[in-house]
């Protein structure tokens, strides 16, 4: 079975400082990789995604993960984070099986303070 | 990306009465929908699975007869919470999928039941 590990539960930073939100994951098979963020009273937005390809992936507002196999791994990262950014932050893992549900860690929250 | 419209993103019902919350994909077909509760502070937990024109499939531990979840058409999919009582408070999310790998989620609905 599939499992998403997130391993901090809150990450608090400073303004304009780097942060990583780390994630592992488990799977005997392939998978697609996601990052969501969820702002206060919201829904989930989708960040970023690994289908396949460079391992490094971009996404929205300066963020960026990395698919590392080896280590089952695929961290969130950004070099300056902003006030903005306080939220809380899922991975999930994609299945791959048609019409099942995308499978999630238990999220991070982001703290930005000035 | 896609759309995933949700209606309302708050409601206060008595308890007792019902509450309809519906979910509708604006730009695709979403031939299956998810609907989860979040409580403060926890990661998502996964009620059902809906599939356009046939039965959703509910989770261990989730009673189909209070939720009850209808996916009439590839853009509509409706859940009801019968009966409300205080302990069903919860912020629900649904999310929307169609071929894709990963989800798009609507904007949640905060449920208050007095």
């Known amino acids: 079975a599939q499992s998403v590990t997130q391993l901090d539960s809150q990450v608090p930073v400073f303004e304009e400082a780097p942060v990583e939100l780390r994630c592992n994951y488990s799977?005997?098979?392939?998978?697609?990789l996601f990052w969501y963020v969820q702002y206060p009273n919201q829904g989930l937005q989708l960040l970023l995604k690994?289908?396949?390809?460079?391992?490094l992936v971009k996404g929205i507002n300066g963020f960026e993960a990395e698919f590392n196999k080896s280590q089952t791994s695929f961290h969130l990262r950004k070099p300056s984070v902003h006030i903005s950014d306080t939220a809380e932050y899922f991975c999930?893992?994609?299945?791959?099986?048609?019409?099942?549900?995308?499978?999630f860690g238990k999220g991070t929250t982001l703290s930005v303070s000035s | 990306g896609a759309v995933v419209s949700q209606h309302p993103s708050r409601v206060i019902c008595k308890s007792g009465t019902s509450v309809k919350i519906e979910c509708r994909s604006l730009?695709?077909?979403?031939?299956?929908m998810f609907w989860y509760r979040q409580f403060p502070k926890k990661s998502l937990m996964l009620m059902a699975t809906?599939?356009?024109?046939?039965?959703?499939?509910?989770e261990q531990g989730v009673e189909k007869d209070k939720f009850l979840i209808n996916h009439a058409s590839l853009t509509l999919s409706t859940l009801t919470v019968t009966s409300a009582h205080p302990e069903d408070s919860s912020f629900y999310i649904c999310?929307?999928?169609?071929?894709?790998?990963?989800?798009?989620f609507g904007q949640g609905t905060r449920l208050t039941v007095v």
């Open positions: 999310s929307a999928r169609h071929g894709q790998p990963e989800a798009f």
């Open positions: 799977s005997s098979v392939s998978v697609y």
């Open positions: 690994y289908l396949s390809g460079s391992t």
């Open positions: 999930a893992v994609n299945p791959n099986q048609a019409g099942t549900a995308l499978i």
């Open positions: 730009d695709f077909q979403a031939t299956t």
């Open positions: 809906s599939n356009e024109g046939s039965k959703a499939t509910y």
